[in-house]
């Protein structure tokens, strides 16, 4: 098979939920320990870092990652969703497992794993942890695909543990109280591994400090511990940056920029005092690791800016835990005399309303969706948007949408393309073709 045909028989024999949602979801870690010990707990071969949350885990996962690397560290970096090629998921020194290693292992275990009907996260994280144990890293930072109790990552036992934050998502799995889903991500907490809460809430907090105190687990809040002193735009230069004045830290410049990077940053930095007990870390590799992350690991989709004149934004965020942030954001450019078009659309099984309720009335809307089956309907978003004052056309793809916008922008004006990671991706395969006004991109 070629690498095409390979991911096209993963994506159908194993239902991806990226693809189908909930269809998708297979609950227990039976599966999952059964291809472990088919490859011989290849997990067991190198030291791992565990990171849950419902927001932030990936940007954490990818600086934190990047800080090991710039040590000199093998660093493994295994995440979730991919945007564009699906091997953005599995990462060694930010470089992608090559299309080769996912063929040649799909031609050699499928006899073994079809029998076993694997959900395609758990066929992909066996793949991972195999390819780190062949490839001999010293460390994997390892992102729980959802929840953390019975999620398949959650046979390592790791030398740290991250929990970012809890807000809701994926309630019909993890439950419908904010306690609920503390519980299931809680479920990563380890016997006497250190774990560092990022944010919590009096009903959250009870809930890891019970878990952290069963498992004899050291457990510090981040929130407790404030790194992050202050934090404003900067340019450095030439490139914009977030500016974090630190308690520990002295001076950082982030590349990440997003409002929600702050509670991110002060929960990596958090981690430092757990991990520089088992690496050496210098200031050096921190500073450097929060200026080039993107760079360094391949992180895409995190309030990126694509272009200038017009200034073309994507984010992946796609829940009302990330659009606090966002909707705050954008509310401040349709604010500034700039003009904002907004290319918007949402996955089915999210709180469209209540996401939609904080966009802001002053930008110009195009309405779409994405190539997913999970994707909302244009027309059904348009028909929510009218219940909040939101004006705009639909389109029937992001591709069409993109490029009204694009038509109708001013050189001085902004477009923001997000709402779910769909739409996010779909832009970006979209732009690979690059048209002739993107050339320069």
Same mark, same amino acid.
């Given at each position: 098979?070629?690498?095409? *045909?390979?991911?096209?028989? +993963?994506?159908?024999?194993?239902?991806?939920? @990226? /693809? #189908?949602?909930? $269809?998708?979801?297979?609950? &227990?870690?039976?599966?999952?320990?059964?291809?472990?010990?088919?490859?011989?707990?290849?997990?067991?071969?190198?030291?791992?870092?565990?990171?849950?949350?419902?927001?932030?885990?990936?940007?954490?996962?990818?600086?934190?990652?990047?800080?090991?690397?710039?040590?000199?560290?093998?660093?493994?970096?295994?995440?979730?969703?991919?945007?564009?090629?699906?091997?953005?998921?599995?990462?060694?020194?930010?470089?992608?497992?090559?299309?080769?290693?996912?063929?040649?292992?799909?031609?050699?275990?499928?006899?073994?794993?079809?029998?076993?009907?694997?959900?395609?996260? *758990?066929?992909?994280?066996? +793949?991972?942890?195999?390819?780190?144990?062949? @490839? /001999? #890293?010293?460390? $994997?930072?390892?992102?729980? &695909?959802?929840?953390?109790?019975?999620?398949?990552?959650?046979?390592?036992?790791?030398?740290?543990?991250?929990?970012?934050?809890?807000?809701?998502?994926?309630?019909?799995?993890?439950?419908?109280?904010?306690?609920?889903?503390?519980?299931?991500?809680?479920?990563?907490?380890?016997?006497?591994?250190?774990?560092?809460?990022?944010?919590?809430?009096?009903?959250?907090?009870?809930?890891?400090?019970?878990?952290?105190?069963?498992?004899?687990?050291?457990?510090?809040?981040?929130?407790?511990?404030?790194?992050?002193?202050?934090?404003?735009?900067?340019?450095?230069?030439?490139?914009?940056?977030?500016?974090?004045?630190?308690?520990?830290?002295?001076?950082?410049?982030?590349?990440?920029?997003?409002?929600?990077?702050?509670?991110?940053?002060?929960?990596?930095?958090?981690?430092?005092?757990?991990?520089?007990?088992?690496?050496?870390?210098?200031?050096?590799?921190?500073?450097?690791?929060?200026?080039?992350?993107?760079?360094?690991?391949?992180?895409?989709?995190?309030?990126?800016?694509?272009?200038?004149?017009?200034?073309?934004?994507?984010?992946?965020?796609?829940?009302?835990?990330?659009?606090?942030?966002?909707?705050?954001?954008?509310?401040?450019?349709?604010?500034?005399?700039?003009?904002?078009?907004?290319?918007?659309?949402?996955?089915?099984?999210?709180?469209?309303?209540?996401?939609?309720?904080?966009?802001?009335?002053?930008?110009?809307?195009?309405?779409?969706?994405?190539?997913?089956?999970?994707?909302?309907?244009?027309?059904?978003?348009?028909?929510?948007?009218?219940?909040?004052?939101?004006?705009?056309?639909?389109?029937?793809?992001?591709?069409?949408?993109?490029?009204?916008?694009?038509?109708?922008?001013?050189?001085?004006?902004?477009?923001?393309?997000?709402?779910?990671?769909?739409?996010?991706?779909?832009?970006?395969?979209?732009?690979?073709?690059?048209?002739?006004?993107?050339?320069?991109?």
């Amino acid at each position: 098979m070629t690498y095409e *045909e390979t991911i096209q028989y +993963l994506f159908n024999s194993a239902p991806l939920f @990226q /693809h #189908v949602g909930g $269809a998708a979801y297979k609950e &227990g870690l039976s599966t999952t320990h059964i291809l472990d010990a088919h490859f011989n707990h290849p997990h067991n071969q190198y030291k791992t870092i565990h990171i849950a949350g419902t927001n932030g885990k990936g940007s954490c996962a990818h600086t934190i990652a990047a800080i090991l690397q710039h040590t000199g560290l093998k660093v493994g970096l295994y995440t979730s969703p991919h945007l564009v090629d699906f091997r953005e998921r599995i990462r060694i020194n930010g470089e992608m497992m090559p299309q080769q290693y996912v063929i040649d292992f799909v031609e050699e275990e499928r006899s073994f794993f079809e029998p076993l009907h694997p959900s395609f996260f *758990e066929l992909t994280t066996a +793949l991972a942890f195999k390819y780190f144990a062949e @490839q /001999h #890293v010293d460390v $994997a930072v390892i992102e729980v &695909g959802l929840g953390g109790r019975l999620d398949c990552t959650n046979i390592i036992n790791p030398i740290l543990s991250v929990i970012t934050n809890i807000s809701f998502d994926h309630t019909q799995f993890l439950g419908s109280t904010l306690a609920q889903i503390a519980s299931e991500k809680a479920g990563i907490i380890k016997h006497k591994v250190p774990v560092i809460i990022g944010e919590c809430n009096a009903e959250t907090r009870s809930v890891f400090e019970h878990k952290a105190h069963e498992v004899e687990a050291p457990i510090l809040f981040a929130e407790d511990n404030k790194e992050v002193l202050s934090s404003e735009f900067s340019d450095l230069y030439g490139h914009k940056l977030r500016h974090y004045t630190t308690r520990s830290f002295g001076d950082i410049y982030g590349e990440l920029t997003g409002e929600c990077q702050i509670k991110n940053a002060n929960t990596i930095l958090c981690t430092l005092h757990s991990l520089s007990k088992i690496f050496s870390v210098t200031h050096e590799d921190i500073t450097y690791a929060f200026e080039h992350v993107c760079e360094m690991t391949g992180l895409r989709g995190r309030w990126q800016i694509l272009q200038e004149h017009p200034t073309i934004i994507c984010d992946t965020g796609h829940n009302t835990g990330g659009w606090q942030y966002l909707a705050h954001q954008l509310a401040q450019i349709a604010t500034s005399g700039n003009k904002l078009h907004i290319v918007f659309g949402m996955a089915s099984d999210k709180d469209i309303e209540r996401v939609m309720s904080t966009l802001p009335h002053e930008a110009c809307y195009y309405w779409t969706k994405a190539s997913v089956k999970r994707a909302t309907s244009e027309q059904t978003i348009a028909n929510i948007a009218t219940k909040y004052d939101l004006h705009g056309k639909t389109y029937s793809n992001v591709a069409e949408a993109y490029e009204a916008a694009v038509n109708n922008a001013s050189t001085n004006d902004y477009i923001y393309v997000g709402g779910s990671s769909f739409i996010v991706a779909d832009l970006l395969r979209y732009k690979q073709t690059a048209l002739p006004h993107e050339e320069n991109t």
